[in-house]
């Protein structure tokens, strides 16, 4: 079964600072992995994914995101964090058969 | 490319009413999947169509159908709305074959009252 685990719901930053939220999941298959962000009353548009090779990902607007099998973690990173980065995002994992299963979701913060 | 539109944006009804909402895919793109977006659940899947066919379904009650037609467009039917249904609802496309990524529609805001 395919399972996805966001640890905290909201996360707060100041402007500049480092951006850091965390996503572990569980896969029975090889994952493909995937973080989309959502601004308020929009959708969601795909910030990075994982697919195979490569295990940093680079995405759109500064972030990334590295895949470690290991400790089935997929967090997502930004080294200095904008105002307009404010936001939710999610982190969500692919089955073979195309099913995708979401975390819950990180509302991120940021601080003049 | 266009995007995945969905149509109504905003949308108001009353309790036992029924609603329909309409998606259309990025071309080329067979697979359309529904989600009901709310506060205290998140993202809950609903269901996913390819080919016409319903290959996923989510864990909802049978008032929340949907089709798909032969040019991928996809429409999801609430029944007998409910105060909880009240919820923004996104739809997403993908190609269809294989471990895709979702792109994902602006949402319809249901408010039921």
């Known amino acids: 079964a395919q399972s996805v685990t966001q640890l905290g719901s909201h996360v707060s930053v100041s402007e500049g600072a480092l951006v850091l939220l965390r996503c572990n999941y569980s896969s029975s298959v090889p994952p493909y992995l995937f973080w989309y962000v959502q601004y308020p009353n929009q959708g969601l548009q795909l910030l990075l994914k994982y697919t195979t090779g490569a295990t940093l990902v680079k995405g759109i607007n500064g972030f990334e995101a590295e895949f470690k099998k290991s400790e089935t973690s997929f967090h997502l990173t930004k080294p200095s964090a904008h105002m307009s980065d404010a936001a939710e995002y999610f982190c969500a994992v692919n089955d073979n058969f195309n099913k995708f299963y979401f975390g819950s979701g990180t509302k991120l913060n940021v601080k003049p | 490319k266009a995007g995945v539109t969905q149509t109504p944006r905003y949308l108001i009804k009353t309790r036992g009413q029924q609603v329909t909402l309409s998606c259309s895919p990025i071309s080329g793109h067979r697979s359309v999947s529904w989600y009901q977006q709310t506060p205290g659940q998140g993202l809950q899947f609903l269901f996913e169509y390819f080919s016409e066919t319903q290959r996923n379904k989510g864990n909802f009650p049978g008032r929340f159908s949907g089709r798909q037609f032969s040019n991928s467009r996809s429409e999801m039917n609430v029944s007998t709305l409910e105060l909880g249904d009240s919820a923004l609802y996104l739809c997403?496309?993908?190609?269809?074959?294989?471990?895709?990524?979702?792109?994902f529609g602006p949402g319809t805001r249901l408010t039921v009252l």
């Open positions: 997403a496309s993908s190609l269809g074959l294989g471990r895709n990524e979702q792109f």
